[in-house]
């Protein structure tokens, strides 16, 4: 440290970040704003705003505008909110630059609402956006902008319609790698690459700048410009290429590194990586420092650091610290540098996605060698495009020949069992052991330089201290019953978890929140450690039970996820409805056996036992509210409740099976027509969870209902309110979280 002071800076700058954020600033996380604004703006959401176009991103259905320098319009004075995000009624031309006056809906950047979930809070606070403006209207425009700005945006739009013409296909991967925009990149592909450990190649990045900038840099100096010229020009030319793409962490770090390295080269002097590394974190933090606790920001860092600072010491007690020589030490090199990145950044990883690609370690040494080429193919294909698109076709064929092995790898990846390690969120203590494991071992790289070190002993030490790591990391087996009820907006979703490692879901659907298996249901079992279901249960075939649960069997069936199901336990009517049948055939491909469920049925596992109350066999599943899968749980001298959307009706026709619980999921989202006063007196539930969305039209819940669970003695959790309710037992004793609370 004493010979980087920069890095013994950025250390102590990221330490006091951390301390204000453990103070109760909010300086890294949450609000900055003034309390007295906030307040009034829950108390008036429609607002006035004026502000400055940065960028005007447009889908086929809407269209937003981030707004910075923005104002709130506040008792006739002009009061600043830093950025906004306005998301506009209807579409309009709105060049970079324009100022704007707006009205609309002005609503606080929600935070995660259930374990593993995105955080959209803190990935917009990075932004200095802390409000959204919906439904918003243009009241005022100036006719000046930004013609510059503009410009950069214009050219990024056209260099897009070039990638389509020319390109294909694989025009939303080339978009990504050269423009930094994956608008247009589907589901599908997000995720084969993320399970294949590939998916930094779509981001700017470091290697991106490398290639370009240094290219330009070596072209311009061979025609004869000298230094000085050919690296002020390099350094112009990148920094409007950053600021065409988008600014993102990661392309501001590459670019303001790249800087650095010109910059040493024009002066003469000698570049070193962890000290430009320090100070391009330094100047990030300083801009914003919520990127701290960014996932973009931690793993761009951590794998330049896993570059510089852990492949070396890897190399040198692999004795790899000379000059490789054949391409056995080559390979081997290459194997430990992508070691190397994987080692630094999983607590990263895993933090934020729960699970970490074991293929990646692997392909990367395929990816990282050749994406040179599709980027540089990416890059061909716009600037002879623009001129002849049959010549941009023809720069494109490299770079589209390896996508296609790209996809293909992937596919193969997804296949295998152990694609991805799900190990689930890790607590903060299991992440400083693992970085105290790993610090060892680069200590044990510095003494493997000493000529008398005996290396051998060294590497196989370090194998084992890095196992050690890794069980660190682990989830540690819970004894206790967890029954978690997720906040799924407008629908049911519950998952039990169980000492013995076992696993079920209770439905899992909505009709207010697309693409709920990717967003919501993923996330929560990746951050627990959870790999495999051991039985999925469907109380009946509404959306709002299924619409997840749908979705996360196409994914086993594409092999988009290495989470897997044993079971999927459907209501054993007589007749089958549509979403009934889509339902068996998912399961059908996704390899999970159909069991069709009905009164008296049993499940059991370990000390738990999932005993079928309802629906009677013979019925048809006309009514499918009514006729719906009612299940107990028992686990010692706990007893939990689950009805899915039963009313009144079925609820008299279960009373002789009934027993007092302890824990019971309300049906039908608290509706006045379930959870009857005599039903209630007969279980006597303590704790019962309503799940449903604050913004649904049913006007759930009823009061109704809940007045009669409080006179029953219950106390009575709402998901719209805490976010994920988790009832935890022992078997004998019970408590509460709540997500929102945490």
């Known amino acids: 440290m004493g010979r980087r002071p920069m890095c013994l800076l950025c250390l102590l700058f990221m330490a006091f970040l951390c301390l204000t954020d453990w103070l109760g600033m909010p300086l890294i996380k949450g609000n900055p704003l003034p309390d007295r604004l906030k307040s009034w703006v829950s108390?008036?959401?429609?607002?006035?705003?004026?502000?400055?176009?940065?960028?005007?991103?447009?889908?086929?259905?809407?269209?937003?505008?981030?707004?910075?320098?923005?104002?709130?319009?506040?008792?006739?004075?002009?009061?600043?909110?830093?950025?906004?995000?306005?998301?506009?009624?209807t579409k309009e031309r709105v060049p970079a630059g324009t100022l704007l006056v707006l009205s609309g809906t002005l609503q606080e950047v929600e935070g995660p609402r259930n374990p593993g979930e995105f955080d959209s809070r803190q990935y917009y606070a990075c932004r200095h956006i802390y409000y959204f403006l919906k439904k918003a209207v243009i009241i005022k425009k100036s006719n000046n902008y930004s013609g510059y700005g503009q410009f950069l945006l214009d050219m990024q739009e056209k260099f897009a319609r070039v990638l389509e013409q020319t390109t294909g296909e694989h025009a939303p991967v080339f978009s990504a790698v050269v423009l930094g925009d994956k608008s247009g990149l589907d589901t599908e592909t997000k995720m084969r690459y993320q399970m294949a450990g590939i998916i930094h190649m779509l981001a700017i990045s470091?290697?991106?700048?490398?290639?370009?900038?240094?290219?330009?840099?070596?072209?311009?100096?061979?025609?004869?410009?000298?230094?000085?010229?050919?690296?002020?020009?390099?350094?112009?030319?990148?920094?409007?290429?950053?600021?065409?793409?988008?600014?993102?962490?990661?392309?501001?770090?590459?670019?303001?590194?790249?800087?650095?390295?010109?910059?040493?080269?024009?002066?003469?002097?000698?570049?070193?990586?962890?000290?430009?590394?320090?100070?391009?974190?330094?100047?990030?933090?300083?801009?914003?420092?919520?990127?701290?606790?960014?996932?973009?920001?931690?793993?761009?860092?951590?794998?330049?650091?896993?570059?510089?600072?852990?492949?070396?010491?890897?190399?040198?007690?692999?004795?790899?610290?000379?000059?490789?020589?054949?391409?056995?030490?080559?390979?081997?090199?290459?194997?430990?540098?992508?070691?190397?990145?994987?080692?630094?950044?999983?607590?990263?990883?895993?933090?934020?996605?729960?699970?970490?690609?074991?293929?990646?370690?692997?392909?990367?040494?395929?990816?990282?060698?050749?994406?040179?080429?599709?980027?540089?193919?990416?890059?061909?294909?716009?600037?002879?495009?623009?001129?002849?698109?049959?010549?941009?076709?023809?720069?494109?064929?490299?770079?589209?020949?390896?996508?296609?092995?790209?996809?293909?790898?992937?596919?193969?990846?997804?296949?295998?069992?152990?694609?991805?390690?799900?190990?689930?969120?890790?607590?903060?203590?299991?992440?400083?052991?693992?970085?105290?494991?790993?610090?060892?071992?680069?200590?044990?790289?510095?003494?493997?330089?000493?000529?008398?070190?005996?290396?051998?002993?060294?590497?196989?030490?370090?194998?084992?201290?890095?196992?050690?790591?890794?069980?660190?990391?682990?989830?540690?087996?819970?004894?206790?019953?967890?029954?978690?009820?997720?906040?799924?907006?407008?629908?049911?979703?519950?998952?039990?978890?169980?000492?013995?490692?076992?696993?079920?879901?209770?439905?899992?659907?909505?009709?207010?929140?697309?693409?709920?298996?990717?967003?919501?249901?993923?996330?929560?079992?990746?951050?627990?450690?959870?790999?495999?279901?051991?039985?999925?249960?469907?109380?009946?075939?509404?959306?709002?039970?299924?619409?997840?649960?749908?979705?996360?069997?196409?994914?086993?069936?594409?092999?988009?996820?290495?989470?897997?199901?044993?079971?999927?336990?459907?209501?054993?009517?007589?007749?089958?409805?549509?979403?009934?049948?889509?339902?068996?055939?998912a399961a059908e491909k996704a390899g999970v056996k159909v069991i069709p469920g009905n009164t008296g049925d049993i499940f059991q596992a370990g000390e738990v036992k999932l005993t079928l109350l309802a629906p009677e066999k013979g019925q048809k599943g006309g009514d499918v509210n009514e006729e719906g899968m009612v299940v107990q749980l028992d686990y010692g001298e706990f007893q939990g409740l689950f009805t899915g959307d039963i009313g009144e009706k079925s609820e008299k026709l279960l009373m002789e099976r009934l027993v007092d619980v302890d824990f019971l999921k309300v049906g039908h989202h608290g509706s006045r027509y379930s959870s009857s006063t005599a039903f209630l007196e007969k279980i006597k539930p303590e704790t019962a969870v309503i799940s449903c969305s604050s913004t649904n039209t049913y006007g759930h819940p009823s009061d109704e209902t809940i007045n009669r669970l409080e006179d029953a003695g219950a106390k009575v959790e709402y998901t719209m309110k805490s976010g994920a309710v988790t009832v935890i037992t022992d078997g004998k004793r019970m408590r509460v979280e709540r997500f929102k609370q945490k």
């Open 206 to 585: 470091g290697l991106h700048i490398s290639v370009l900038g240094m290219g330009l840099y070596q072209i311009l100096k061979r025609v004869g410009l000298g230094i000085w010229p050919s690296g002020m020009i390099s350094l112009v030319i990148m920094l409007q290429y950053g600021m065409m793409t988008g600014g993102s962490v990661s392309t501001m770090r590459a670019v303001c590194m790249f800087l650095l390295s010109v910059g040493a080269k024009i002066l003469g002097r000698i570049y070193d990586m962890m000290t430009a590394l320090s100070v391009a974190a330094i100047l990030i933090l300083l801009e914003s420092p919520a990127y701290l606790y960014s996932s973009s920001f931690l793993l761009s860092f951590g794998a330049v650091l896993g570059i510089g600072a852990a492949a070396p010491a890897l190399c040198t007690i692999a004795g790899l610290d000379r000059v490789a020589k054949g391409a056995g030490e080559k390979l081997l090199k290459a194997f430990l540098s992508s070691f190397a990145v994987q080692a630094v950044t999983l607590p990263v990883v895993l933090t934020f996605y729960g699970e970490v690609s074991v293929a990646g370690i692997l392909l990367n040494l395929i990816v990282l060698p050749t994406v040179g080429v599709v980027l540089a193919s990416g890059v061909g294909a716009v600037l002879t495009g623009i001129f002849c698109i049959s010549a941009g076709r023809a720069a494109a064929l490299p770079g589209r020949a390896l996508l296609i092995l790209y996809g293909k790898l992937c596919e193969l990846a997804g296949r295998i069992p152990f694609c991805t390690w799900i190990g689930g969120q890790p607590k903060w203590w299991q992440v400083m052991a693992f970085y105290s494991v790993l610090g060892i071992i680069l200590a044990l790289g510095y003494l493997a330089r000493k000529k008398d070190s005996k290396r051998k002993l060294l590497a196989l030490g370090s194998v084992f201290l890095f196992a050690g790591g890794i069980l660190l990391l682990a989830p540690f087996p819970s004894k206790e019953l967890r029954v978690t009820c997720l906040d799924v907006g407008q629908g049911d979703g519950c998952v039990i978890e169980l000492p013995e490692g076992y696993c079920f879901l209770i439905d899992g659907g909505s009709s207010n929140k697309a693409a709920l298996g990717q967003y919501q249901l993923l996330p929560y079992l990746k951050s627990r450690g959870i790999s495999y279901l051991d039985g999925i249960l469907i109380s009946h075939t509404d959306e709002d039970h299924i619409s997840g649960v749908r979705e996360l069997l196409e994914f086993m069936g594409k092999g988009l996820t290495t989470v897997r199901a044993g079971a999927l336990i459907l209501p054993g009517w007589t007749e089958k409805p549509q979403a009934y049948m889509e339902l068996e055939k």
């Open 43 to 89: 108390r008036h959401p429609e607002a006035s705003v004026c502000g400055e176009v940065e960028r005007c991103t447009e889908t086929e259905f809407s269209q937003s505008i981030y707004l910075k320098q923005a104002c709130l319009i506040y008792k006739s004075e002009k009061v600043s909110i830093e950025n906004v995000r306005v998301f506009l009624k």
